[in-house]
């Protein structure tokens, strides 16, 4: 397979199973896969995307919690912005009908969380010298306020657990 032209320390990882050689391939021919883990007993499920990065210098993506229709309708969305097709994502702003009438914002990934999360990247990009890049999509609740808002519904705060830096937030709307 062919490599990264941007990043020339990329080699693409010895597929070790069926779903390795399924994912590569995809990554390979449609420049990106959609990743799903079911959730653990008492945790919720995710999804993530792969191949962004490697194929257009864009943050990988992870939807926490979300339905699985609605996680595939937002990667789908982000892999549209990641190909150029709408204008590159941007961390900390609101986009507020990202699909339909959901809100979303994008927050970094902080560093202790790719272990627990992106597995499969962490292997995927095992041959780059700097950690890739890579964001969770945080969706707001039904009534359009995210999770370091006043009047988020708590009920979704299990179901979706911050993984990125609140600081990126005005205090004034962070919760206390």
Do not use: C
């Not at 995710?46 to 194929?55: E, Q, S, W």
């Not at 994502?89 to 202790?112: H, W």
């Not at 006043?150 to 937030?169: A, I």
Request: charged share 20%.
């Amino acid at each position: 397979m062919k490599t990264s032209i941007w990043l020339p320390d990329f080699s693409w990882p010895e597929p070790e199973d069926k779903q390795d050689q399924e994912i590569l391939a995809k990554v390979h021919t449609n420049e990106w896969a959609a990743m799903h883990v079911a959730g653990e007993p008492g945790e919720p499920e995710y999804f993530f995307t792969v191949g962004h990065y490697l194929h257009h210098q864009r943050p990988e993506v992870l939807v926490v919690g979300a339905p699985k229709l609605v996680a595939q309708h937002l990667l789908n969305r982000v892999a549209l912005h990641a190909q150029g097709k709408f204008p590159p994502l941007q961390v900390g702003r609101e986009y507020p009908r990202f699909i339909d009438k959901l809100g979303v914002m994008f927050v970094p990934v902080k560093p202790e969380h790719y272990n627990q999360y992106l597995g499969f990247n962490n292997w995927f990009y095992g041959s780059l010298q700097h950690r890739y890049p890579a964001l969770q999509l945080v969706w707001a609740d039904m009534n359009g306020a995210f999770p370091w808002q006043r009047g988020y519904d708590s009920r979704f705060s299990r179901l979706q657990p911050l993984l990125g830096d609140e600081t990126l937030h005005s205090t004034s709307d962070r919760l206390h």
